[in-house]
């Protein structure tokens, strides 16, 4: 592809190698508990999309549930160690704001942590919602910032103070002002869910983690 990797990319395919021990680093172990939380109540999955599927971790933990996974990454060095570990399980690379797949192609959409990574939140939603059949269901698990005034504070702190360098250590890479930067800047909450509705989709509801550390959001199609 002729253009410039955007720089979340460029990161990830730096330390794909070392994604699952720095992310478990940088979260404390937590961000595990937390994808099994996107998965948790959800039945037969159909024909599913991991979007953002980074090294296989959410792919792993529905593969037994879904007629079919799928997983796309535009990282292809992410794609590797998630092939490693999945062989049984179609890995692709793409583009999310440009999904190379055909309308009302899944039943479910999975998306872990990477929806903030997108570049554009509303064009993400769009394609979502466009390769995602009546009647389905969307969940993302993003990092969100509590919104008790004393949590807010502490865990921006936390992440600047403890995360950031932390981050700088394990990665050696500008990967933890990145993280930082897509945190702050994403839309929580109601704002997502309104942003969801607007492109199409019929119902949305979060449920935070953590102390709203963390945020689960279903999206229904």
């Not at 720095?22 to 159909?46: A, P, Y």
Request: hydrophobic letters at 45%.
């Amino acid at each position: 592809m002729g253009k410039k990797q955007p720089i979340g990319v460029e990161i990830f395919d730096k330390i794909a190698d070392r994604y699952d021990a720095i992310s478990k680093t940088l979260s404390l172990g937590i961000i595990s508990r937390w994808q099994r939380e996107l998965v948790k109540g959800l039945g037969n999955l159909g024909v599913t999309l991991d979007l953002a599927c980074g090294t296989g971790e959410v792919a792993f933990l529905v593969k037994g549930r879904a007629k079919v996974v799928i997983g796309l990454d535009y990282s292809m060095s992410m794609l590797k160690v998630a092939k490693r570990k999945l062989p049984e399980i179609p890995f692709l690379r793409g583009d999310a704001l440009n999904l190379p797949f055909k309308d009302a192609s899944f039943d479910t959409v999975l998306v872990s942590l990477g929806l903030r990574h997108f570049g554009n939140t509303e064009r993400a939603l769009e394609e979502i919602r466009r390769v995602l059949k009546e009647g389905g269901r969307v969940r993302v698990l993003e990092v969100s910032i509590p919104r008790n005034p004393f949590l807010r504070e502490a865990f921006l702190g936390f992440l600047k103070y403890v995360v950031l360098p932390l981050g700088k250590i394990r990665s050696k890479e500008d990967v933890s002002h990145h993280l930082f930067g897509t945190i702050v800047d994403f839309p929580h909450y109601e704002k997502l869910v309104e942003l969801a509705l607007k492109k199409g989709f019929k119902e949305g509801r979060f449920r935070p983690l953590f102390f709203g550390m963390a945020t689960v959001y279903e999206l229904l199609g």
